[in-house]
């Protein structure tokens, strides 16, 4: 079984469902799912806790599911609303899960670039900018979105979706 934040994919998976609420065994219960033999223990889960309830509210705050009527504390003017619904109901559909408001955030600045991207490619290149800003919270290095923006510069397919 791994041990200590060896997982790096476990860890962070806690954290946004300690972010959105969830108990201990709640989390552990949702990793089981997932990682069936390889999940680590509650007591490392008691553990990383610890670690996430040190974290600044508002850094928390970002990993929690979205909320639409909380656009402004992610930085999304509310002239974005209607264009944010429409990326949050694809988002929704290809990734299986309800983002949180980092996810959203990031979605959405990526959609600022050129509008005429395709959705599924923005909501993917959004998703991967919020991952890359999580993982900086937790390595305490600064954030490095150089080979992102690389993506962001090339013009993707374009498509329906």
């Known amino acids: 079984m791994p041990r200590g934040k060896g997982d790096t994919g476990q860890y962070l998976e806690a954290y946004k469902l300690h972010a959105s609420g969830h108990s201990r065994t709640d989390i552990w219960n949702k990793l089981k799912e997932r990682y069936r033999d390889n999940t680590v223990t509650t007591r490392s889960i008691g553990t990383w806790q ?7 509210p508002k850094e928390v705050e970002q990993d929690r599911e979205f909320e639409w009527d909380r656009c402004e504390s992610y930085g999304i003017p509310w002239t974005e609303s209607i264009r944010l619904l429409e990326l949050i109901t694809r988002y929704v559909e290809i990734r299986k899960a309800e983002p949180t408001g980092r996810q959203v955030k990031w979605v959405w600045r990526v959609s600022q670039t050129k509008r005429n ?3 599924d490619w923005l909501i993917n290149l959004g998703f991967d900018y919020a991952e ?3 993982s900086s919270v937790f390595v305490k290095q600064p954030k490095r979105f150089a080979d992102l923006n690389i993506k ?3 013009q993707p397919p374009r ?3």
């Open 117 to 119: 991207y395709q959705t």
């Open 50 to 56: 610890q670690e996430f309830r040190a974290l600044p």
């Open 159 to 161: 498509g329906e979706r």
């Open 132 to 134: 890359r800003e999580l």
């Open 152 to 154: 962001l510069l090339t």
